[in-house]
């Protein structure tokens, strides 16, 4: 199983980024997908959230800024970014869960920047 992020970047406050995650080794229609952040010196956080029937969920802080968005033909998920701020800076994670049936699985993390 390998889940691949990327998109991260440096960007100015106010930008935008779409980050991207390759799934693979899993059956990616069945999974539940999700974005996480883990800023310096904090814990990781849940930011977003796509069910496999394509329900989403978001953490206040991004609501209404931030996007999720799933390709099950290309085994994708997307986070797209708008309106960003210092305090989104932080490393983002994707992680695709199971559920009873399946596994918990975790990408490497994409590193977003964003400059004041």
């Known amino acids: 199983v390998q889940l691949q992020a990327s998109g991260g970047g440096l960007v100015q406050a106010g930008g935008s980024l779409r980050l991207s995650c390759a799934a693979s080794?899993?059956?990616?229609?069945?999974?539940?997908m999700s974005w996480y952040r883990q800023a310096p010196g904090k814990q990781r956080e849940w930011v977003a959230r796509?069910?496999?029937?394509?329900?989403?969920m978001y953490v206040d802080a991004v609501k209404g800024r931030f996007t999720i968005s799933r390709d099950n033909a290309k085994n994708m998920v997307y986070l797209q970014m708008n309106s960003l701020t210092p305090e989104d800076t932080a490393v983002y994670y994707c992680?695709?869960?199971?559920?009873?049936?399946?596994?918990?699985?975790w990408g490497q993390g994409t590193l977003v920047t964003v400059s004041s």
């Open positions: 080794g899993i059956i990616f229609r069945l999974y539940a």
């Open positions: 796509i069910s496999s029937s394509g329900s989403t």
């Open positions: 992680n695709g869960n199971g559920g009873f049936t399946g596994g918990d699985y």
